[in-house]
């Protein structure tokens, strides 16, 4: 029944009354601008303004908001087959999902375990690595992870996890974690270093890292080399190496997957945000036959015992097998060049400007500094924040730090606000 006194109030009015939002502190945060559609690279609010979604919706959109390929094949996958136990049953979108991965995959991936977004991803992720030893009978029970990573906000995802308004509170209740800064060219031999001589001090069981590019950190680049030469010593002392490529995966780098930058392979990795197009929640955590074998077993206890409900839900796969599709395609791949292409030359043009500190790109991801001091969730990324978007531009600046990581299908003349909007607010200061 319509409750016409409800719909006279605004949406962000009712908004208020029983929502809660994520990383939100509600007592010094404004309204929620209520979005009522999508398309390709465009978002439009309740009052018909329009903005160019220049982050697609945290890296999940990135083949264009409610495409049409992608819809369509979820919409045919929605009148067969809904959801269904993945526990003994199985089904054709996940089995063609997992074929048409493994042949993007890293080099040496060769089994998937599907769960529902990026923190489940590396969780899993970790238990892989500690079950590989535990079950191996190595007393094994440390993680080793990269100081100012993200990885999710679950239990095993936050005490991995650097950065602290996130996860400060549960701090007592984490797995043991040992850290090393990220490699910067400059100070690879420290990393190693200080890498051995934790190794030698602590049972390490796996490494988990985003490669190359931190994206929670403010889009922190780091060293290819200097990363390849931390995978190498892990795999010398059979240390799970685990690529948590949830925001680097699928092409945003340039490349399917920024592992395949480097020479040292995964043994693990971890996606979710582009994996579905942004249509629907999914993650997925693949491994190499090693990491399996040591889970194949006529001992029970010696299986992965992890299962969501929504496991492998056939929705999804469908909607990632039609994203598979288009991330290989012609098409895609020369969008993604080209947009590399004036990434890097909007990059040269923006380490002239005086206010700019590490102007830098790769792939889709554009970013750098304003040379300003601020917190992080301070006042100057709530001015930049409103200004672009007075502007029709959706970007979200993170502390001093703007950056962008366009959908594939942005157009030139997109682009070009997108770029036009940034120099502008250069102006501000
Ligand atoms: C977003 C993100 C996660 C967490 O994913 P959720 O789907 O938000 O749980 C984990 N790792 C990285 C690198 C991410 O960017």
Redesign the pocket.
Known sequence: MRDIKLEQESLADRDKKHLWHPLTQHKVSGEMLPIIKAKACVLTDDKGNDYIDAISS??TAVYGHCNPYITSKVAKQMQNLDQVVFSGFTHKPAIELSEALIKILPEGQQKLFFND??????EIGIKMALQYHHNLGNDRKVMLAFEEG?????FG?MSVSGLSVYNGAFEDHFIRVERIPVPTGDNNQEVIDKLKEIIASHNIAGFIY?PLI???AAMKFHDAKGLNEILKVCREHDIVRVA?????GFGKTGKYFASDYIEEKPDVV?M??ALTAGLL?M?LTSCTQKIYDAFYSEDIAKGLFHGHTYTANPLACSAALAAVELLTSKDIQENIQRISGCNADFVQKLTHHSRVKNARSKGVIMAFELDIKTDRYGDLRNKLFQFFMDKGVFLRPLGNTIYIVPPYVISDEELKKVYAVIEESLALF
């Open positions: 945290w890296y977004n990026g923190s489940t991803s590396t993200f990885h999710g906000d679950t995802a985003e931190q994206g929670a948590d490529e949830v925001m680097t971890c979710s945000k929640p993650g």
